[in-house]
């Protein structure tokens, strides 16, 4: 067979929903163009920012011998596992106290959904053998790519309500109860992606009723810890709510591209809670049999550069004001469009879901069409679902955008 005929058959399969947007805005050469596209998050200028907590320990690394490149343990680099675990569940949690709680290191949120997905395919009894997952609809369209790669059937489940741009909620608890008792359900720990529509803390309380009364296994991602709120404890409400019951069977995925702002370090960790400390020593195992053979083992400087972050007094300090600035910086966001849309353009509608919504993203309401012509005719670099990102947004061009919604929603009602 010659090179030509072993390939002919191979066609490009079809962009990525949100990274390529980014290429079509890096070679857009309007002026006005704005990424709203990926969710990273960007100054008031429209800059990446690399947090100042970041660059001090990048600057400790660079001078510190024990800094070295050697190979780390397959579950990851000690001090990072242990105080990754210590920031999503908190330092009292009992799984971590009782030696229960696995975690490993991963490439990323991306990383952990995919060993955690893996994991569950190889081990977990699935009602009816199916080896379903419940998503919530929508979901972050990775999810549905990361899961069905790892031998995994996600099926929707109802979440957002179009209509009233919120929680479906009453469907959704409804739609948890007729599951098969033991299903797997993902749920986003916070600011949900990509409606930016969390429970509330009492809804959170009925749902992990649910859960506990059902054995549903709860796959949560937390990808915004710290980044929605600005308090990495009152983003970690839900998953320490379900940890502290000790009634609820899950793994947590962490992501710290958001919170520390390392997006290109790709570091996160899967955190599987067990009931004892023999049964996390068999997990840990199995997972790092994974892990050994798909990257032998994570990589290290994005992991050294979080463990001093979260361990170090002063440089934890200023992460916490790290994440109040970026956490602050979207919320003012969010009002200076919801100002622009209401009182500058008087755009028909209601708005009020964009200052309701919460962390990165805010799900506008607008159909595939008017995203379109938001991207080709206004520049305006936008996911088809139109989730934009609030972090895209900055007082140079919040009112450019606001003036493209206004168009596009009154064109379409002939207003
Ligand atoms: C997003 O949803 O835009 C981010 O989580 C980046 C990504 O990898 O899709």
Redesign the pocket.
């Known amino acids: 067979m010659t090179t030509n005929e072993l390939w002919s058959h191979v066609k490009p399969g079809p962009p ?1 929903a ?2 390529a947007l980014s290429e079509m805005y890096a070679k857009d050469t309007s002026e006005k163009k704005a990424n709203l ?4 998050y960007r100054d008031e200028h429209g800059k990446p920012w690399i947090l100042p907590a970041v660059q001090m320990a990048k600057e400790q690394l660079i001078k510190d011998p024990q800094a070295n490149h050697e190979y780390q343990p397959i579950a990851g680099f000690p001090p990072f596992t242990a105080a990754a675990c210590r920031l999503l569940f908190g330092e009292d949690a009992a799984s971590i106290k009782e030696g229960r709680l696995v975690v490993n290191q991963t490439i990323s ?2 990383g952990a959904n995919h060993l955690g997905a893996v994991f569950l395919h190889h081990f977990y009894p699935f009602p009816n053998g199916e080896k379903k997952i419940y998503v919530t609809d929508p979901s ?3 999810h549905f790519a990361i899961f069905k790669a790892a031998g995994l059937k996600p099926e929707l489940f109802p979440y957002y309500d179009a209509a009233t741009r919120s929680l479906a909620f009453d469907r959704m608890v409804a739609a948890l109860q007729n599951m098969p008792d033991g299903s797997v359900v993902l749920l986003h720990a916070c600011a949900h ?2 409606t930016g529509v969390d429970p509330s803390e009492s809804q959170w309380r009925e749902i992990a009723e649910v859960f506990a009364k059902k054995r549903l296994f709860a796959f949560f991602d937390s ?1 915004y810890q710290g980044f929605a709120s600005g308090d990495p404890a009152k983003d970690a409400f839900a998953v320490r709510l379900f940890e502290s019951r000790g009634d609820i069977p899950m793994l947590v995925c962490q ?1 710290f ?2 919170n520390a702002g390392l ?1 290109g370090e790709r570091i996160g960790a899967l955190h599987v809670v067990t009931a004892s400390p023999e049964q996390a020593e068999a997990v840990n195992s199995q997972l790092n049999l994974i892990t050994r053979s798909e990257m032998s083992t994570a990589p290290v400087y994005g992991a050294r550069i979080v463990a001093k972050i979260l361990t170090e007094p002063e440089l934890r300090a200023e992460w916490n004001r790290n994440i109040q600035t970026m956490s602050q910086r979207i919320i003012e966001m969010r009002h200076a469009l919801f100002d622009k849309l209401t009182q500058h353009f008087k755009t028909p509608g209601t708005w009020n879901h964009i200052i309701e919504q919460t962390g ?2 805010s799900f506008l309401g607008i159909d595939e069409d008017q995203c379109q012509r938001l991207v080709s005719e206004g520049h305006i670099y936008l ?1 088809k679902t139109g ?1 934009i ?1 609030m972090a895209g947004l900055n007082p140079g061009n919040v009112e450019y955008v606001a003036g493209w919604i206004d168009k596009v929603v009154r064109e379409r009602a002939n207003l």
């Open positions: 990525d949100i990274l596209g990926i969710g990273a949120g991306t972050w369209p990775n992606n990509p990808a992501s591209a958001k997006y990165m993203f996911v989730r990102s």
